[in-house]
């Protein structure tokens, strides 16, 4: 039915005394792990005009006091700043806490927010082992709270347009997924050990990750690449990828994972009294069998060629053809019949680095009433960050590993099973 | 006035002209001899002939962001390769190497390419470089031979900055001024030997800048201010607090008529502040243009610069903007879009443009928009480092340590 010119001007003279009626609740919002994507986070929070920004806390003072200017540039906000979460959440008393820390404090830090009655914004994936991923989901449930995960590409808009089209057969029947993050690169030399920079906290950074001598190769910005903070390329990247893949399948998880990587060209992982080098994998192809396809991912940091025209991605392969899921790139379908068209949509991506936290911030907003589920929830982020966390404990142990998806075991491996958990460092302890 | 006096008006004097024995086209140090980025030649405006620009020659020189110095004839430049940088003299006319000196030296490549990333200072018959982690060498210009060297962080205790020293000597009078400390490291140029230090902070990226006027300061940078020092003391006059993510307070900052322009990346923005009696006063603040490691140029009452953030893979392309901003607003008059971040230099009223992957574009530098009249791929992989034009040649290089000199004379 369309609308009279009459009824028009009647709507359009409402709304902004709808709007004016209904002043935006300010929430009291407070970040742990300040640096680049913790300020990306931020920003959104500061735009939508939901938040008032009360605390920031890092472990690095310089980085805490870059924060707090930009915050104060954006807002004109004085956020307090903490170098130790713990005081944060004890005398700030946040309703809304960001983290973006590196991987190894997620849980600690998500479970100590949700505990203290904060709705949680986490970056994935969850946990940086499988069962801090579950210690997370099972306070989040306890709490009652919301629990909404930086996966992104849940709500990009070319990744639910795609997921639209496979969903929708576009094609056809998908038999295999091949993932993949590839970007160029060569030999690492190691890097020399130094003391901390005046104002990091070292002893905290590390936290209940061992100790290990400080490097400029790990902050900031480098942890990705070291296995006691990141789980490398299948942590960072993998997890999007696997994300879409549990996004467009009914089945909830695979029944036997296997990787296989090494550092043939980076060269072998060292650390010591002197120097030490990132120990991610330089390259990796990890195997996720589910039911009713086969799930690939490959990774390499090295050998950047145009032999291959997407190099960061998904590809669906269905008896109709192969949809590309890319980033920049946007998704494209490749016919198996060389006479149909080729389907290509663009990214819309908010830039300069090329995400979607605008629209996932809104949809955290819009779950905090409780009448929906965030879009990328603790539940169904648990079950894809668990997929690169157990690709690791594979490559670790060198054989398959047979995965109980309901249970949440390693079944017949014991070795493999101890890496669901790792040591913690005293104090800390192991959550769950 | 005092004989003191006299001697810095006349130590001024000899930086604005470049010093004795270099000709007007010369380009002895980073940023030029005024420290504007401007040149004083006349250059190509015309559209390329289908195959681009007439390159004169080439030369490899390793890894790096090092631009270039150009004095009597001779190029200076560094790069890194086999872990050590090697400072580079050329041949200006055919490229051939005249000398060069290596050093052990780490190639740093986290989240770039890694390699030196200052400009080698040319004072008269001497030649002043400095790598990342602070390896401070003079060379006699004429034949490379190392007249004296020092090492900041093991002679001195300067902290080395998070992505090591990259802000080029200052020399000024009888002295060498280095961005080392929170506020600036003076060494006698004959000999290395320490007149003054700052506290122990990391510095920022920018090179030491003299401040017109008759108080003779210098402007250095730290991880988190702006601040003016008297050299001959090294007594601070004042400081603009300026807080950029990983202390990367890098672009130069650009002064004239009493006024001060900053403008750092990580999203942080631009300002201009009105200085000389008294503490800075803010005119305009704004996130308007953010140039996270190349400066700005101002041509007329118009700022030129490139706004965003590199990308901190190697090899991977950040779209970026060119940006035109009045100078006494900060008001936008336009932007015009880049492939990636690159660098922006300016002669004869035009505006040389590096584009981060390797493209180079010459028009005119205007308030109403920018139109090249001359574009052509010049390099491949990233461009961070300042094109230099000296002699009618044109001096650009990319991250791999490829050289180019490229005819740009007027026809």
Known sequence: MALSRRQFLAAGAAAPFILAARPHRKYRTALIGSGWWGKNILNEAIQAGQSSVVALCDVDAGTLEAAADHVKGLSGESPKTYGDYRELLDKEKPEIVIIATPDHWHALTSIAALKAGAHVFVEKPTGHTVQESRAMLNTAKESGKVVQVGLHRRIGPHHVSAQKFLKEGGAGAIGMVRLFAHYGGGAEKPSPNAPPPDGLNWDLYCGPSALRPFCRKIHPGGWRQFLDFGNGQLGDWGVHWLDQVLMWTDEKFPKRIFSSGGRPVKGPAVLNEKEQTTDAPDHQVAVYEFESFTCTWEHRQFGDNQAEKHQIGAYFYGTKGTLHIGWRDGWTFYPSNGKEKMIHQDSQLQEPDGHNLKLLWADFLASLGGAQAPVASIERAHRSSVLPLLGMISLRTGRSIAWDGEKETIQGDPEASALLRRPYRAPWIYPG | ?411
């Not at chain 2, 150009?70 to 086999?82: E, F, H, L, M, Q």
């Not at chain 2, 018959?125 to 004296?148: E, M, P, T």
Request: net charge neutral; aromatic share 10%.
């Open chain 2, 1 to 411: 006035m005092s004989p003191q006096h006299r001697f810095w008006t006349g130590a001024a004097l000899a930086l604005l002209l470049g010093g004795s024995s270099l000709s007007a086209d010369d380009w002895p140090r980073w940023r030029g001899p005024a420290q504007n980025g401007i040149s004083a030649e006349s250059v190509w405006g015309d559209a390329w002939p289908a195959g681009g620009p007439k390159i004169l020659w080439k030369a490899e020189v390793g890894v790096g962001f090092s631009s270039f110095a150009v004095a009597a004839g001779r190029v200076y430049t560094i790069g890194n390769a086999s872990d050590h940088d090697t400072v580079f003299c050329l041949d200006a006319e055919n490229g051939k190497v005249l000398w060069y000196h290596p050093y052990p030296a780490e190639l740093g490549d986290k989240f770039f390419e890694g390699g030196p990333t200052s400009t080698p200072t040319v004072d008269g018959d001497r030649v002043y470089a400095i790598g990342r982690a602070g390896d401070l060498f003079c060379f006699q210009a004429s034949s490379g031979k190392v007249l004296w060297s020092k090492q900041l962080s093991k002679d001195f205790g300067i902290p080395v900055p998070g992505w090591g020293f990259g802000g080029s000597p200052l020399a000024l009078g009888t002295q060498l001024l280095l961005n080392a400390g929170e506020a600036g490291l003076a060494l006698d140029k004959t000999d290395g030997h320490l007149l003054w230090k700052s506290a122990a902070a990391e510095s920022g990226y920018t090179t030491p800048l003299l401040l017109p006027g008759d108080d003779g300061l210098v402007l250095f940078s730290s991880g988190k201010a702006y601040l003016a020092v008297d050299p001959r003391t090294g007594k601070e006059a004042w400081r603009v607090k300026w807080v950029t993510n990983y202390g990367v307070n890098a672009a130069d900052p650009i002064v004239r008529d009493g006024q001060m322009f900053l403008s750092t990346g990580y999203g942080k923005g631009a300002a201009l502040f009105a200085i000389g009696a008294g503490e800075p006063r803010v005119v305009w603040q704004s996130r308007v243009l953010r140039t996270q490691i190349n400066p700005a140029v101002q041509v007329g009452g118009f700022l030129y610069g490139i706004d965003g953030d590199a990308a901190s893979e190697p090899g991977a392309l950040q779209k970026a903007q060119l940006k035109c901003v009045e100078f006494a607003t900060g008001v936008e008059k336009w932007t015009f879009p880049l492939a990636d971040v690159g660098s922006v230099s300016a002669a004869d009223g035009k505006l040389l443009v590096l584009s981060g992957d390797g493209e180079l574009l010459i028009g005119p530098a205007s308030p109403e928009g920018f139109a090249p009249t001359s574009r052509a791929k010049v390099l491949r992989g990233r461009c961070w480092s300042v094109p230099v034009l000296s002699g009618g040649r044109l001096f650009c290089r990319n991250a791999e340590g490829q050289v180019l000199s490229i005819d740009v004379k007027k026809p």
